[in-house]
């Protein structure tokens, strides 16, 4: 192989614990990391995304998936973790390669600084063949800070290294145009408009986080940022060798066309709202057109505590997002200049800085094939009416 393929492969909870026993299936474990294996001998750089550390750890705090709580899964992550790594390190060790472990969480995923350490370790492990096995890091991640499926985390981690492919291995073949357990559901072999599937994927299996749904939604990011997913049934001999050969039936979400910068791709994939802004029409029409960018005199409310740096989510006044961009200002200085019109901004905020809340050249332009996210509810994140 002349270039090194990079791939990321994301492993569900339902592949790796038995549904009723809730213990590990070493079998399928034995075939992946065999797979693996191989695959790292004819050069390809490898990362896993791996879930089932909650679902592993079930029977240690004595709780069944469809009644443990929150803090419940928190500690079951905590006992599944280990377990889980323990298992593949044995496992690939009889294939003659070492594992690591990484878990995250979702600022360490958004932050850009975090994001790039992410990425230099992972260079560093490939360099030695070790594979980095990545997880959320369940035990610490609060509910609204949390990235909450490994399907958008392990897209996030393709846009990361720049992978060739994102492979999503499932209980299911790929995708249908229904849930497969209703009759008369047809397979897709090809998805290049993702929004056209988002209705018919709701529902979830037992052990599952997401379903289909966060696997749509993981294409997309892939999507936007140049790296093609495969949907495929895991349970089966060379799960991800007889996918990468066309062997076997899956789903393929095809990377969009476009080449964008890596800021660009960066403010279209977003796991989490920081904060929004529903700006004038006036503004919507001048900062589409990409004549200027945000004012603080565009502002009709914001939402949400942000830093400066963060991105944030605008919208127009019938709340559609249009537009994504860095902030130059903090949510309270934003406010602040937003209610003193009539003064300089110097004087409001205390130094001497940028106009824009959000320079031109920080803002992304929403396209048909960048997924809106909504804006966070009322009661958590309250709105400021400037
Ligand atoms: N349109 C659909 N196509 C395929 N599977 C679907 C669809 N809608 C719902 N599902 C369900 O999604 C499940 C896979 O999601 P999930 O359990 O979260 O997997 P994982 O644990 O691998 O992330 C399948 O068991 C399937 O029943
Ligand atoms: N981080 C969690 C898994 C979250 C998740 O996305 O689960 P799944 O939908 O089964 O891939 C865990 O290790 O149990």
């Known amino acids: 192989m002349s270039k090194k393929k990079r791939i990321v492969v994301k492993i569900g909870s339902s592949l790796l614990a038995n549904e009723e026993k809730l ?17 790292q001998d004819q050069g390809y750089e490898i990362i ?13 705090i004595g709780k069944r998936p469809e009644e443990a709580g929150i803090l419940d899964k928190q500690a079951a992550a905590a006992c599944g973790q280990p377990l889980l790594m323990n298992a593949y390190r044995q496992v690939a060790n009889e294939y003659n390669f ?3 472990q990484m878990l995250v969480t979702v600022e360490d995923m958004e932050e850009r600084r975090r994001f790039l350490n ?30 909450g499926d490994n399907d958008r985390l392990s897209a996030k981690v393709a846009q990361m290294v720049e992978a060739d492919h ?17 009759p008369g559901a047809q397979f897709i072999e090809e998805i290049e408009d993702v929004s056209e599937h988002l209705e018919s994927t709701k ?40 996918v990468l050969n066309n062997e076997r039936r899956h789903t393929r979400c095809l990377a969009s ?74 949510s309270e200085e934003t406010i602040l200049m937003a209610r003193n019109p009539e003064m300089e901004i110097e004087d409001v905020i205390g130094y001497k800085t940028k ?7 920080n803002i992304l332009i929403l396209e048909d094939h960048h997924l809106q996210l909504d804006a966070p509810e009322e009661d958590d994140k309250p709105v400021i009416s400037l």
């Not at 079998?27 to 294996?37: I, P, Q, S, V």
């Not at 939604?217 to 007889?242: F, H, K, W, Y």
């Not at 740096?309 to 537009?323: C, M, R, T």
Request: proline letters at 2%; hydrophobic letters at 45%.
């Open 23 to 39: 213990t590990l299936r070493y079998a399928f474990m034995n075939g992946l990391m065999a797979d693996l294996g191989d695959l």
């Open 48 to 60: 896993l995304t791996s879930s089932g550390s909650v679902a592993l750890g079930l029977n240690m």
């Open 98 to 100: 070492d594992v690591a």
């Open 118 to 147: 992410i990425k230099n370790t992972m260079l560093r492990l490939f360099e030695n063949q070790i594979l980095p096995i990545i997880n959320e890091n369940d035990s610490i991640a609060t509910r609204d800070l949390k990235v």
């Open 166 to 182: 994102l492979i999503i291995l499932t209980s299911v073949e790929g995708l249908y145009d229904r849930d497969p357990s209703e």
């Open 203 to 242: 529902s979830i299996s037992e052990l599952g986080s997401g379903g289909m749904l966060t696997k749509m939604l993981a294409a997309n990011m892939a999507q936007n940022a140049g790296v093609e997913t495969i949907i495929a049934d895991g349970i089966i001999e060379r799960p991800i060798s007889s």
């Open 257 to 330: 066309g476009k080449a964008a910068s890596p800021l660009m791709i960066w403010l279209s994939n977003r796991l989490q709202v920081a904060g929004t802004l529903v700006v004038t029409d006036e503004a919507v029409r001048a900062i589409t057109a990409k004549e200027r960018g945000l004012q603080r005199d565009d502002l009709v409310s914001i939402q949400g505590e942000f830093s400066k740096g963060d991105v944030l989510h605008v919208y127009d006044e019938q709340g559609n997002e249009f537009a994504r961009g860095l902030t130059n200002f903090s």
């Open 355 to 361: 106009s824009a809340v959000v320079g031109a050249e």
